[in-house]
């Protein structure tokens, strides 16, 4: 082993090349790469005994594996809301583990430089005042469940506990209101030891997915000034409907409650200013969520939490304790999320948001828009399909065009598309109709793609109606 591993550290600049060879190559056949899954994989590798060496463990994943990699980085896969990955972003992301630093805490200065510069670029980016704190975490669910924390720290003061030191025990519940809910602020409050149960679903405006701000003062109202915690959702996955911030920000008022804003890949309205009114408000939350790995197209995984309590969010995950960490501050960022050792996540959007700037970032919101749009004008204007909900951003949801289809019928389109390996798209229920919807959210998707999209839906639709 030992000489596998001497021999492969003289070998770098070739090991490197192969390896930087095979990425070129996938990324150059990226928009003809299939985006679904191929079905049969090679028995998996087991455990050598004297190990292969770097070179032969890349001819190994070559064979077994590049095949049966899906295109979801490419610009056709609209599946769930899957980004690409910028060549900056790209960059970025192999240097990270290149450089190989642990940004946990001051220690390494440019780390954390990186990441405070990348956090203030992004507050730019976003409109977001500079109240607001802001670390990378690896996706939107720990972003959510950060601010959800930071909620439970706030609210217990409330009651004049400290959570973080007492815990929970005899407290009453905390209720978390809010309209449409991702599913990761159930499961953010299930780890969070406050109970899923404990998530009210506040009334929708009818037809839509954004949060009826009347029902929401009355759900608050019933709870006799009881301190809570509201979660707004800025971009809905569905149909990408957006909470009036604003009037919910206004609430604050006459009410005690901490504001948590689940803006995961809506934030991104902010870089537009054809839809950055849909997040108006948002600057007065006590915490936003927004993912970096789908809209700011990065690689996986990564996104960030903005806080405007940094005082809370240490207390809720300061190391204490271990001498070698020294005293809890409010700056080393083991001090501040959940985890403790860390990459650098924060490269790979540094590079990103260096390389393409705010005009960057505006035109791969609105061009993805754009396509959205496009996808939807063909549905309104064909036989076979209708939208099931108006295009607001970059989310088409649609189905049949007939009274209701079923679910069977909707899993036998996708089975046919994913066939054809052209697009993908999930499956979705939308006011208690089955259908689809069609996510755009990479920088490589053009109107071209658009076509290519609408064509292979068309086929499958009428394979499906006239089976082979
Ligand atoms: C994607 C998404 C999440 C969850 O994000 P992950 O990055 O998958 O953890 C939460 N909320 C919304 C609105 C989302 O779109």
């Known amino acids: 082993m030992q000489n596998l591993i001497l021999n492969d550290k003289d070998d770098i600049a070739d090991l490197l090349q192969r390896t930087r060879d095979e990425a070129v190559q996938f990324l150059e056949g990226l928009s003809t790469h299939p985006v679904n899954h191929r079905r049969q994989l090679p028995a998996p590798v087991g455990l050598s005994p004297s190990g292969l060496g770097a070179r032969q463990a890349l001819e190994v994943f070559k064979e077994t594996y590049i095949p049966a990699m899906t295109g979801s980085a490419g610009p056709r896969y609209l599946g769930f809301v899957t980004g690409g990955s910028t060549p900056a972003a790209l960059m970025g992301d192999w240097l990270t583990g290149v450089f190989d630093q642990n940004a946990a805490d001051t220690s390494s200065a440019a780390a954390a430089q990186i990441e405070t510069s990348a956090i203030s670029m992004l507050r730019e980016l976003f409109g977001l005042p500079e109240a607001f704190d802001g670390r990378f975490v690896t996706g939107a669910t720990m972003s959510n469940f950060v601010g959800l924390a930071i909620g ?138 927004v993912d970096a790995h789908k809209w700011l197209n990065v690689p996986y995984d990564s996104a960030v939490q903005f806080s405007r309590h940094t005082e809370l969010q240490a207390e809720v995950f300061q190391n204490v304790g271990a001498a070698y960490l020294g005293e809890p501050n409010t700056t080393d ?21 260096v390389a393409y700037g705010k005009d960057g970032f505006r ?67 939308y006011n208690k109709t089955p259908g689809f919807r069609a996510a755009f959210s990479n920088w490589r998707t053009t109107r071209e793609d658009v076509d290519i999209i609408w064509q292979a839906a068309l086929d499958a639709v009428s394979e499906q109606i006239r089976p082979r």
């Open 152 to 289: 439970r720290q706030w609210w217990g003061h409330r009651l004049g506990v400290n959570v973080a030191q007492q815990g929970l025990a005899g407290l009453p519940p905390l209720t978390v209101l809010s309209g449409s809910p991702h599913a990761c602020i159930y499961k953010s409050l299930s780890m969070l030891g406050l109970g899923r149960q404990n998530l009210q679903q506040v009334t929708t405006l009818p037809n839509r997915e954004a949060v009826d701000v009347d029902a929401l003062r009355q759900a608050i109202q019933r709870l006799n000034d009881q301190p809570c915690i509201v979660v707004a959702n800025a971009g809905v996955v569905n149909t990408v409907d957006f909470d009036e911030i604003t009037a919910i920000v206004a609430l604050k008022r006459d009410f005690n409650f901490y504001l948590h804003v689940d803006a995961a890949f809506g934030g991104f309205a902010a870089c537009s200013p054809r839809y950055q009114q849909l997040v108006s408000g948002w600057e007065q939350a006590d915490s936003i969520a």
């Open 333 to 353: 960022s083991f001090h501040l999320t959940p985890e403790n050792s860390r990459r650098l996540r924060a490269l790979p959007a540094w590079f990103s948001l």
């Open 363 to 429: 035109e791969i919101v609105e061009t993805c828009c754009d396509c959205a749009a496009q996808l939807g004008k063909r549905i309104e204007a064909s036989t076979e399909f209708r939208l099931l909900a108006p295009v607001r951003m970059n989310v088409v949801p649609f189905t049949f065009n007939q009274p209701s289809a079923s679910s069977a019928q909707v899993a036998a389109f996708l089975n046919r598309l994913g066939e054809n390996g052209k697009t993908f798209i999930t499956a979705t229920t």
